[in-house]
Each structure stands twice: as C-alpha cells, then as structure tokens.
C-alpha cells in the first residue's frame, strides 16, 4: 500500500482544514519546505490539494504548485479547482502524475472519458467525497447521489483510479469508518486511495488488509498523532 502525505494550499501556506471548513485552517508554513519534509523522511509520492481552487480561486497558487512539482520530481496527484478539462490537461502537462476530478466529474461525467483517452487512464483519478452515503460537490456543500453508484460510473468512464474520501470523519483524527471503505472496494476493480480519519497505525492496517492502494495522511500527520515511518512500517 501507498502513504500519500497530504500538502493542502490555502493563501499560499501548506494548512490542514477540519472538515473542509476554512476557517478551521491551521497553518504549518511554506509548501514546499512542508513537502521535502516528507520526502526527506520516506515519502515517494504526495497528495497536493489546491484549496484556494476549491474555494472558487482556480488561478491562485499556479506557480507555488508547478515549483513544487519540479522541485520535488516524485509522484504527484493533484485536486481543487480543477474546473474543466483544460485546467486539467495545463496540470497533467507540467508534470503532475495525475489529475484529481471531483465536482467537475459529476457535473460533466464526458470528461473523465476525454481526459482518459487523450493522456492515459493512470493520469485521471475520480474523487468520490462521500457525506451520509452522498457524493459531496462544491466544496462539500452540496451532495449528488449515491457514492459506490457514482464510484462504478467513473470507472466505467475510464478513470485510472479513486479518490474516497469520507467527509464526516475527515480532519477529526479519530479514525476512519471501514464499512464504506469495505464496500466501495469490493464494488470496482481500480485502485482506490482512502482519505479522511487516518490517525493511527491501526487504521493503517485495515486499509492495507482491506485491499485499499493508498491512504491520504492529512491532520494527524501533521499534528504528530501518527507518523510517517510508522505509516510506512505498516504498509511493508
């Protein structure tokens, strides 16, 4: 299994949000200082969000994350504020491993299929955001049905991979929830890397037991709770 250290973007600093609420940010300094960190102690991939995109800012942060994208030269897979498909190919094209489509791909499934088969089902990753059940959009203030009926629709449409994250536990450090975990995995057959409530060894565990390829340590990494050796320790 993977272990994607998360480097979310607000205002230009690295930060950790509490349920995707932006006033919750707390802030732990420049971005790319946060990412060689975590290279420096084992990483060889990173989960990079652009938040300020997310919020309704697509521009913000552009050359803080190509910089970073260059500096770094590990695997990348990066979200937020990816509105249409050319926003996502200008990313794939400065060399970010793949392309995090959350909103976008449940406003205009199409694209997932477009992006696919113009640069290879491995560089797009659908985002599967679930609130009670529901997929999430618009910052996690809107839900759209379903989560495993959209997960299947995406990968049906071609994407390389899934993004689940649960936004009920998400940034709370307590733990994650299996069951959802449990049934989307068994539902497709594309590698699924788990965000929200990763806090522990254990939790490490069940997802590498449970089959997930990666998870996402965002708060807890960061506020010490676990951390990345041991993180990595479990996936071996």
């Known amino acids: 299994m993977r272990i994607f250290p998360a480097v979310d973007i607000l205002g230009g600093r690295c930060v950790q949000l509490v349920q995707g609420k932006r006033e919750s940010a707390t802030a732990y ?22 938040l300020d995109g997310a919020f309704g800012d697509a521009g913000a942060n552009v ?9 770094t030269g590990i695997e990348i897979e990066l979200g937020g504020g990816i509105r249409s498909v050319e ?5 794939i094209e400065t060399g970010v491993s793949r392309i995090i489509l ?6 205009e499934p199409e694209c ?5 088969r113009e640069f290879g089902s491995e560089r797009v990753m659908a985002g599967v955001d679930a609130k009670g059940g529901q997929v999430a959009i618009h910052g996690w203030q809107e839900t759209a049905g379903d989560y495993l009926s959209w997960a299947e629709r995406f990968e049906s449409l071609g994407a390389g991979s899934l993004l689940y994250t649960n936004v009920d ?9 299996m069951d959802p975990v449990r ?16 806090s522990c060894r254990s939790d490490v565990t069940a997802l590498r037991d449970c089959g997930a390829y990666g ?16 993180a990595l320790e479990e996936c071996r």
């Open 102 to 107: 959350s909103t976008l791909a449940v406003r």
């Open 87 to 91: 926003d996502a190919a200008r990313w």
């Open 29 to 50: 300094g420049d971005p790319l200082s946060c990412a060689t960190r975590w290279i420096d102690a084992g990483a060889d991939a990173l989960h990079v969000v652009n």
């Open 183 to 198: 049934s989307l995995i068994r539902r497709v057959d594309v590698p699924v890397v788990v965000a929200g409530g990763v």
């Open 215 to 230: 998870a996402v340590l965002g708060s807890a990494l960061y506020s010490g709770k676990i951390t990345l050796q041991e």
């Open 112 to 116: 997932v299929s477009q992006l696919a």
């Open 63 to 71: 050359d803080l994350i190509r910089t970073l994208v260059k500096t």
């Open 169 to 177: 536990v998400e940034g709370l450090q307590q733990g994650i929830r």
